[in-house]
């Protein structure tokens, strides 16, 4: 099976009506959509996906910002899933992002960097689980596989 990965566009991301620029960047790359959902994030979900950051000064902040509109939670297929979507999305900074990628086109500021995504597949595992559960994405063949994909 391939690598999957969680991406998330952020509160500002759909208020900003970004969600599809950001799904077709991810699409034009050739990671496939399995799993989506426009979602209200609560705080106890907030806590437990920021869980690292919690002794840090700015994770009320994170919490806040995460549960003031919503976010589109989504699962991404790929043979290096995780390591292709960030590319995809840039470094967290959107000064520092490249021109061309999700932050470094629609960002400035850190803390509105329009998407998040997992670093490691560790981390998607773990986030795919908070946000869909087990079963929560689908399994299809893709027609435009074999011309992305060398098998």
Do not use: C
């Amino acid at each position: 099976m391939m690598e999957r990965t969680f991406v998330a566009i952020k509160p500002d991301g759909v208020q900003r009506g970004l969600v599809g620029d950001v799904i077709s960047r991810l699409e034009r790359r050739g990671l496939k959509l399995v799993a989506m959902r426009l979602m209200q994030v609560d705080e106890d979900l907030a806590g437990r996906h920021y869980s690292e950051h919690v002794s840090r000064p700015f994770f009320p902040s994170l919490v806040s910002f995460i549960t003031s509109g919503p976010i589109v939670a989504m699962i991404w297929e790929a043979n290096n899933a995780v390591a292709l979507a960030r590319q995809t999305m840039g470094a967290t900074n959107p000064g520092d992002a490249s021109p061309g990628t999700i932050r470094g086109d629609f960002g400035v500021d850190i803390g509105r960097n329009i998407v998040h995504g997992s670093d490691s597949p560790e981390s998607a595992e773990r986030e795919i689980g908070l946000f869909f559960g087990e079963g929560g994405a689908l399994d299809y063949a893709r027609s435009a596989d074999q011309w992305i994909i060398e098998s």
